[in-house]
């Protein structure tokens, strides 16, 4: 019945009002370890399963559409490694349209820029962001239900600067 609660007020949070008030209240109440003055547009999503494993340190700003994911797993697959921590220190401001993946851990003061795909951790004092969209790798495994995110990535076959 928690989960259920907890998932009610992870969903009614990405709509109401109140970036630094009501929608940081309950993710708080979620299990979300939040400082103060955290900022949280709307839409933003974090993660529905395992709230419990965000932290977001006091002053940082958490832009509109963002997604804080501590999992990967599918289905009935949920016992396939469980969820690892997304650390966001004091000081952070990630723009709009952002996706931060399990095990990240954002450093103090760090500045995201729009759209960025954050996969490894960002130090500290540093504006992040990707370059323009390119080919990355090609992929020997598919991301799939029937593989594990591990396999994935080690199947991936880095290109060469320029793409294919």
Not at 8 to 19: D, E, K, Q, S
Not at 124 to 145: C, D, K, N
């Amino acid at each position: 019945m928690l989960a259920l609660i907890q998932r009610f007020m992870g969903r009614l949070a990405r709509v109401a009002p109140g970036g630094y008030s009501l929608r940081p209240l309950l993710h708080r109440w979620r299990g979300v370890q939040l400082g103060e003055r955290v900022w949280i547009s709307q839409q933003v999503y974090l993660d529905e399963l395992y709230p419990e494993a965000i932290m977001i340190g006091a002053n940082s700003t958490i832009g509109m559409r963002t997604s804080v994911i501590t999992h990967l797993h599918w289905g009935a697959r949920r016992s396939s490694g469980g969820y690892k921590r997304v650390v966001i220190e004091a000081n952070v401001f990630v723009g709009p349209h952002c996706v931060i993946l399990p095990g990240v851990h954002v450093g103090e003061g760090a500045v995201i820029k729009a759209g960025s795909v954050l996969s490894r951790n960002v130090p500290a004092r540093v504006f992040w962001g990707s370059a323009e969209g390119r080919p990355l790798a090609a992929i020997t495994v598919p991301l799939t239900p029937d593989q594990s995110y591990e396999e994935f990535i080690n199947g991936l076959k880095p290109l060469r600067p320029g793409g294919l």
